[in-house]
């Protein structure tokens, strides 16, 4: 039986274009980083506040990353839709999508390296 969710793994075409990305723009904590038996480098972050971890997968051996439209995406909430969108648009990231106002919160998107989605939800604060 499953106890515990861990890390979602993301291959990668450029690594440190990608660790930069998640660093800079989305803010994540690089917590550690290896080569695997295979020879893959995996360099693992975290959000502040949460436990699970992303996990990028740089292996050229394996061809280039092409990710399809709409595939998958990771969702990340924030502070402050507006503020975040400033913040990612002057690292070169605009929103792709949104703002968009929903029952329960605010949201939008922005496109990472590689053609991978990042959500960001505001959620309304009572």
């Known amino acids: 039986m499953i106890t515990k969710f861990l890390h ?3 291959r990668v075409n450029d690594l440190e274009k990608s660790v930069a990305f998640y660093r800079d723009v989305l803010g994540l904590r690089e917590v550690r980083r290896h080569t ?3 020879g893959s480098t995996l360099v ?3 959000a502040a506040d949460s436990e699970e971890e992303i996990e990028l997968c740089h292996y050229p051996a394996s061809g280039p990353v092409q990710v399809p439209a709409d595939l998958t995406h990771l969702a990340f909430e924030v502070d402050s839709i507006e503020q975040f969108a400033k913040h ?3 690292l070169g990231y ?7 106002v929903t029952g329960r919160s605010v949201i939008a998107f922005i496109d990472g390296p590689d053609g ?10 009572n």
């Not at 605009?94 to 968009?100: A, C, I, Q, V």
């Not at 990042?118 to 309304?124: A, G, N, P, S, V």
């Open 8 to 10: 979602t793994r993301y």
């Open 36 to 38: 695997s038996l295979r």
């Open 116 to 125: 991978y989605e990042f959500e960001l939800i505001e959620k309304h604060r």
């Open 88 to 90: 990612t648009a002057a």
């Open 94 to 100: 605009p929103l792709s999508d949104g703002p968009t």
């Open 44 to 46: 693992f972050f975290k």
